[in-house]
């Protein structure tokens, strides 16, 4: 099973790195037929105006959202939030629509603004996430099926997931934070071989047995 | 739970953010939008580009408040402004207007003959140039949170551009192969501090992003630059001085992304028009040299 990275531009090179320290094959994605044999897609952090463009221009917007479509796991963390939103708040037509959210871009300000906190996102256990926050965006609107996260202290949403997409505002990359990665390996399996079963798939090598009860509790659905 | 901003990690992240990428030079809010509908990472917001620098002369400064003002309001991707070495106020007061990297550049008059400006002392982060390791590990020192070899700015000519890139990476493969306990006399001889010695020796690269910068003109100079390990480019003349630079902005953003696939440089290499003329970088007179200017 190995998992693609979107590589146009931007933070590819430390998500792949992340997942091949969880012993997961890493493949970078440039061009359409890079996504064959894929299991899943991870759309990293940069801009998302580059990547709409370079996106376009070789062609990979329907083998994308035709991979998502087939239920394999997409995670996109900052730009690749703003990429995988049905919305964008200020306008601009959305990347690759694939999870029913509005999107604001740049929410918290100028790149003065970044910020680092601890995060709970009770999806991969109890313990807080360390997340950076760089010219992050926020979700403004939650469609119906799609369920929150992780919310900021004062109720700004950051993290969500409907079905297979999963979208946050932050950077587990930068932060070596691998439970996210390990959630999407595991959805990965589960999606490369079906009939295993999600039960099978959480005890496979790269998902921590060690991991807390919350870990399994977004895929009760 | 506490947020705090400004920190190393947000600093170097958003370099991390535009890697693969290219920064474009622009003097107006018309040339931001090219840049931006092209692809750019990023625009580097200037009053004359580097060519024009050389060619007219005078004290080049930071540009006006006003012309940052606009083109941070006119682009959704960052904005960077430039600095001159030294000049702590300038740098003041380009953070103020909210900018979101400075670069502290050897393009514009240095302000000081000695000291760099000290970047902790910022909550925006800086990029700096430099020719070999010593110089960016110096610059890391005081802060840098990226940096660009400097190439020679304004030429056109990426003969300066591949000599830092190869003498940057050939010494970081050194450093790599050095037994630990010939780092002390490395650190000395690059004129670094040890502590970043160390961590270039345990991982093979800097701690940093690092972009080339200085005479990429056309989409193979930034293949060329690409394949010779930079993470992406900053590129000043060569887009605005070209016969159609919204074209060449996009052929240079494609190059650079697929830097490996001559086949796809070839085809985005087709009908750019004339590039920007350039001078060779050997025939630009001492004094007018701008890479020589950092310590």
Request: proline share 5%.
């Amino acid at each position: 099973m190995k998992i693609g990275v979107l590589a146009l531009h931007g933070a590819f090179i430390e998500h792949i790195h992340l997942l091949e320290s969880i012993g997961i094959e890493a493949v970078k994605i440039r061009l359409p037929e890079d996504l064959d044999g894929v299991s899943g897609l991870i759309i990293p952090g940069g801009e998302s105006t580059t990547m709409r463009k370079l996106t376009a221009r070789w062609g990979m917007r329907e083998p994308i959202l035709g991979l998502a479509a087939k239920g394999a796991p997409i995670l996109g963390t900052c730009a690749g939030m703003i990429v995988v939103a049905s919305e964008i708040a200020d306008g601009d037509e959305p990347v690759f629509p694939m999870i029913d959210v509005t999107v604001r871009r740049n929410a918290f300000g100028r790149q003065l603004d970044s910020f680092e906190t601890e995060l709970s996102m009770p999806v991969v256990g109890d313990t807080p996430i360390h997340a950076i926050f760089i010219r992050a965006p926020i979700i403004e609107r939650v469609g119906p099926g799609v369920e929150t996260l992780a919310s900021l202290p004062d109720g700004r949403v950051v993290a969500v997931r409907q079905r297979n997409v999963i979208a946050i505002s932050f950077h587990p990359e930068l932060a070596g934070e691998t439970r996210i990665h390990r959630l999407i390996a595991t959805m990965a399996a589960d999606f490369s071989e079906p009939g295993e079963g999600t039960v099978v798939a959480r005890t496979e090598p790269g998902i921590r047995r060690d991991a807390s009860p919350g870990a399994s509790r977004g895929r009760s659905e | 739970m506490t947020a705090e901003t400004s920190t190393w990690a947000t600093k170097k992240g958003l370099a991390q953010m535009l890697k693969g990428g290219v920064i474009m030079d622009v003097m107006n809010v018309e040339q931001a939008r090219i840049a931006e509908e092209a692809g750019a990472t990023s625009v580097m917001a200037l009053e004359r580009v580097p060519a024009m620098i050389r060619a007219e002369g005078g004290v080049a400064r930071m540009a006006k408040p006003s012309l940052i003002k606009q083109i941070i309001q006119a682009v959704s991707i960052p904005v960077m402004a430039k600095c001159r070495i030294g000049h702590f106020a300038e740098a003041q007061i380009l953070q103020e207007l909210g900018v979101d990297y400075i670069d502290e550049s050897e393009v514009l008059t240095p302000a000081d003959e000695a000291h760099h400006v000290d970047k902790h002392a910022f909550k925006v982060p800086f990029v700096c140039g430099c020719r070999d390791l010593g110089e960016a590990l110096r610059r890391i020192s005081e802060c840098a949170a990226m940096i660009r070899t400097k190439g020679e700015a304004g030429t056109g000519d990426i003969v300066e551009a591949v000599r830092h890139i190869r003498t940057l990476m050939a010494e970081i493969r050194r450093l790599g192969a050095m037994r630990e306990d010939e780092l002390f006399v490395a650190a000395k001889e690059l004129g670094a501090p040890y502590d970043l010695v160390k961590q270039v020796h345990d991982d093979g690269r800097l701690p940093v992003v690092n972009f080339v910068a200085g005479g990429i003109a056309i989409p193979a100079d930034a293949a060329l630059a690409m394949q010779l390990g930079a993470e992406g480019v900053f590129v000043g003349s060569g887009i605005f001085k070209s016969e159609n630079p919204a074209r060449t902005a996009e052929a240079i953003v494609q190059a650079t992304l697929h830097y490996d696939n001559p086949k796809i440089i070839a085809e985005v290499s087709k009908g750019l028009g004339a590039p920007m003329r350039g001078i060779a970088a050997a025939s630009v007179p001492e004094p007018e040299r701008l890479a020589v200017r950092g310590w």
